[in-house]
């Protein structure tokens, strides 16, 4: 059977059927923002990062569930930071979620604004046309209520119906980051001779 192309860029948990990404951590440290001071648990995640599992993600189908193993480079392991990164990341993402709640929102209120505008501005065309006015200035005014009526609705439809499935999918992707599966997995430091075990993001 043929593989298809995010196949062979990613391992997968024969186990759940889950696609994996591995990351590969010099320190617990490196998962976080490095200008970010804040209290452990509530600091941001390194930006390499971020960018690193939005890429991945777009190569993998929305129909596919993550599971992200972190190869730190230390044979020894520290539950309690396990912990906090894992509360970081879902923190991150639930707060990533919220945003683009508020950007689809924002896109479905102003849609509706656009709409009940054109609605006015046709309206008003519908009634003023029934008046046999034959002045230039009246016809201008005719001609500029209906295709403003029309240059609305086409706004309107277009930020619904189009525009909206960028946040709408953004959504399903960040749910399904946020779904992912955590786990660790512990190294060594590799020797000069031997290859990195895991992708850099």
């Not at 569930?65 to 912990?83: G, H, M, P, R, Y």
């Not at 009940?116 to 209520?145: P, R």
Request: charged share 25%; proline share 3%.
């Amino acid at each position: 059977m043929k593989r298809t192309h995010y196949e062979t860029l990613y391992r997968k948990n024969e186990t759940n059927g889950r696609v994996i990404i591995d990351i590969s951590l010099e320190n617990y440290l490196e998962f976080f923002h490095e200008w970010d001071n804040a209290v452990f648990k509530k600091r941001d995640l390194n930006t390499g990062l971020t960018e690193f599992l939005n890429l991945c993600s777009e190569d993998i189908p929305l129909r596919k569930k993550l599971e992200i193993v972190f190869c730190v480079n230390t044979a020894e392991k520290q539950s309690e930071k396990e912990d906090q990164i894992r509360t970081s990341y879902r923190n991150y993402y639930i707060s990533m979620n919220r945003l683009e709640q508020r950007k689809t929102k924002r896109l479905v209120r102003f849609s509706g604004v656009l709409l009940f505008t054109s609605i006015v501005l046709l309206t008003a065309y519908t009634i003023l046309n029934n008046y046999t006015i034959t002045k230039t200035v009246y016809k201008v005014l005719l001609e500029s209520l209906l295709i403003g009526g029309w240059v609305f609705t086409w706004e309107a439809v277009h930020l619904f119906f189009l525009d909206i499935f960028i946040p709408f999918r953004r959504r399903r992707e960040i749910m399904r980051l946020l779904d992912a599966e955590i786990s660790f997995k512990y190294i060594c430091a590799p020797t000069p001779s031997s290859p990195p075990p895991a992708d850099r993001y």
